[in-house]
């Protein structure tokens, strides 16, 4: 039940992945396996060669915890593939029942975040900036270019650095770099020149940040998830439904000024959103009592 679990979170997370705004690293750190995901790509590290040039198959796959890693990445990948051309499809012909199912995850997730912190006068100023920092990616300008081939290593690890960081997304990352469009089309036709470059930049600025990050939540705890639970809130900046040219507006004043303002889409959306959000971080507690009866039967 557990290898299911870690495959269904991994698929949520190459959802979030593929949306630009959106994190695969919030998705992991809502659903309660951050510090672990973190923990295990931070030791693949010289002890775990050492342990692979001796031979020791079994201590390396125990050394990085193998199993967990497997399940979440095939489930991220599976994900990332089967929903590229979906996402693409939604952003550009119903990108606000779009970005209102990711607003409803991440809003109905805050409560449960929030809950996890001790607390203080110091940790609500490090939320606050965490807060201004997302806003401020948030705020970048999209730009375009034809890509060099060394440019998707640089991008992959650049972006790998900011999917793994909550509330801030790869995808955004690319897009704001020009980025995005190239990479898609090379996920979607399948390039894999280009894929494996990218992919070998993502390798390189995963092991690296991983590190950091690890050490900031072995030794500053709670201050750090407090940095990591407001770029988070501020991300919904960056997703918020109805804006447009970067300008937030409210739903009535969108459908005044813009365009329709698809509140019944939107509104039907954020309701998935909020029920799969719940399904999500009750699924363990679900899967064990479901499992439960099994066993003792058995």
């Not at 109905?108 to 110091?122: D, E, F, Q």
């Not at 959000?277 to 009592?289: G, Y």
Request: aromatic letters at 10%; glycine letters at 8%.
């Amino acid at each position: 039940m557990q290898y299911i679990q870690w495959i269904i979170k991994g698929l949520a997370m190459g959802a979030a992945d593929v949306v630009p705004g959106v994190s695969g690293g919030t998705l992991a750190f809502i659903l309660g396996i951050y510090e672990r995901l973190l923990a295990a790509i931070s030791n693949c590290n010289l002890k775990a060669v050492r342990l692979l040039c001796r031979g020791n198959v079994t201590a390396v796959w125990q050394h990085i915890d193998g199993t967990f890693l497997l399940c979440l990445f095939a489930g991220v990948l599976c994900s990332i593939f089967s929903l590229a051309g979906v996402i693409t499809y939604l952003l550009e012909h119903q990108p606000i029942p779009l970005w209102a199912l990711f607003c409803a995850l991440i809003i109905t997730a805050l409560p449960h975040l929030c809950g996890s912190i001790r607390w203080n006068i110091w940790r609500f100023v490090c939320c606050a900036a965490g807060v201004a920092l997302a806003i401020i990616v948030g705020m970048l300008t999209p730009r375009e270019l034809q890509p060099e081939a060394w440019m998707f290593f640089v991008a992959g690890a650049v972006a790998i650095c900011a999917m793994i960081l909550p509330g801030i997304s790869g995808s955004f990352i690319l897009l704001m770099s020009g980025m995005y469009a190239p990479v898609l089309l090379a996920v979607t036709e399948l390039q894999l020149g280009v894929l494996s470059l990218f992919m070998l930049g993502c390798i390189v600025g995963l092991l690296s940040f991983s590190r950091l990050l690890n050490w900031l939540l072995r030794h500053y705890h709670d201050t750090s998830l407090a940095v990591l639970v407001g770029v988070v809130i501020g991300a919904l900046y960056r997703i918020w439904p109805w804006q447009a040219q970067q300008q937030v507006y409210l739903p009535w004043d969108y459908a005044r000024q813009i365009g329709p303002a698809d509140l019944t889409a939107a509104a039907l959306s954020a309701l998935c959103g909020v029920g799969v959000m719940l399904l999500l971080l009750n699924m363990e507690k679900w899967l064990k009592v479901t499992a439960e009866p099994t066993s003792s039967a058995s």
